[in-house]
């Protein structure tokens, strides 16, 4: 079975920046997608970045040009360069991983337990 454990979160004033991690653990043949999610309370978990096993990257409109998603995949570790925070990217960040746990499995959605990250104005 998988494991996804996240680090990195915490407060930081508007402007500043933050660097999440997230390593994948267990039972992992592939990995395809990573990333990064996030929830705010009272709203819907949106996508924030992903990044393919070949490193294509996709961005939320809202953190491009602020954040940089990138890959060790000999680590089976997706991180999350977060600069220039805004009080509105306050929110938990949830790792997100795409794994096919063997050859003959689909592939199937995993996710961290989530990380505090809190921007004060």
């Known amino acids: 079975q998988v494991q996804l454990v996240e680090s990195g979160g915490g407060l930081v004033q508007a402007g500043g920046s933050l660097r999440l991690s997230c390593a994948a653990s267990?039972?992992?043949?592939?990995?395809?997608?990573m990333g990064w999610y996030r929830q705010a309370p009272g709203k819907q978990r949106e996508l924030v970045a992903t990044?393919?096993?070949?490193?294509?990257?996709n961005y939320a409109d809202s953190v491009k040009g602020r954040f940089t998603i990138s890959r060790d995949n000999a680590k089976n570790t997706v991180y999350l360069q977060m600069n220039s925070l805004k009080p509105e990217d306050t929110a938990i960040y949830y790792c997100?991983?795409?794994?096919?746990?063997?050859?003959?499995?689909?592939?199937?959605?995993?996710w961290g337990q989530g990380t505090q990250v809190t921007v004060s104005s």
């Open positions: 990044s393919t096993s070949t490193s294509t990257t």
């Open positions: 997100y991983a795409s794994i096919k746990t063997n050859w003959h499995q689909l592939s199937a959605d995993y």
């Open positions: 267990g039972r992992i043949f592939s990995i395809n997608v």
